[in-house]
T-cell receptor, first 113, second 113 residues
């Protein structure tokens, strides 16, 4: 069974701090995605990483795919209250297109002003 | 225009009842999905439909049945509702989940009393 383990489960920080959340697995994935979910809404895709070692930046968010394509990290610089939400990583379950995605259990981030 | 819309947003019903949740996407995607998010925010796939053909059924109870009248719609019917069915149900669509991820609806919170 392919599992995505996310850590930490909860994170509460002050505005302006930096943070990193992790997504780990023992399985190799063709691609990995990060989503952010706000209360009462569905998850929204932030980024897809495909190549081992790949780094992508989205404003203050930096995403990295592990060299072995088994893990990923999300780093937020100078967090703001608007970054508050549930961060989910997801990966293709069996590889290949039109398959389903499996999701981690998420990191719930709270950024206090 | 909302890309993936699902109705109703909230659904409170008694045990034993039969209910339906509707989902429509206007993105022209080939595949649609239903996911269940439990109280711990864990997202688990229930079904996916590709061009009106069921391609994944993750051993959900047969009280749950997806119905797709056309490529843009995937409805979820639930018979004989049980307390344990209480959760948030998300509809999603995708053209190529491995690279472009999913577009989610805003969810239907089902409460069985």
């Amino acid at each position: 069974t392919q599992l995505l383990e996310q850590s930490p489960q909860f994170l509460s920080i002050q505005e302006g701090e930096n943070l990193t959340v992790y997504c780990n697995s023992s399985s190799v994935f063709s691609s990995l995605q990060w989503y952010r979910q706000e209360p009462g809404e569905g998850p929204v895709l932030l980024v897809t990483v495909v190549t081992g070692g790949e780094v992508k930046k989205l404003k203050r968010l930096t995403f990295q795919f592990g060299d072995a394509r088994k893990d990923s990290s999300l780093h937020i610089t100078a967090a703001q209250p608007g970054d508050t939400g549930l961060y989910l990583c997801a990966a293709d379950a069996m590889g290949g297109s039109q398959g389903n995605l499996i999701f981690g259990k998420g990191t719930k981030l709270s950024v206090k002003p | 225009d909302t890309a993936v819309s699902q109705t109703p947003k909230y659904l409170v019903t008694q045990m034993g009842n039969d209910k339906s949740i509707k989902c429509e996407q206007n993105l022209g995607h080939d595949t649609m999905y239903w996911y269940k998010q439990d109280s711990k925010k864990f997202l688990k796939i229930m079904f996916s439909y590709n061009n009106k053909e069921l391609i994944i059924n993750e051993t959900v109870p047969n009280r749950f049945s997806p119905k797709s009248p056309d490529k843009a719609h995937l409805n979820l019917h639930i018979n004989s509702l049980e307390l344990g069915d209480s959760a948030v149900y998300f509809c999603a669509s995708s053209q190529d989940p491995m690279y472009y991820g999913y577009t989610f609806g805003s969810g239907t919170r089902l409460t069985v009393v």
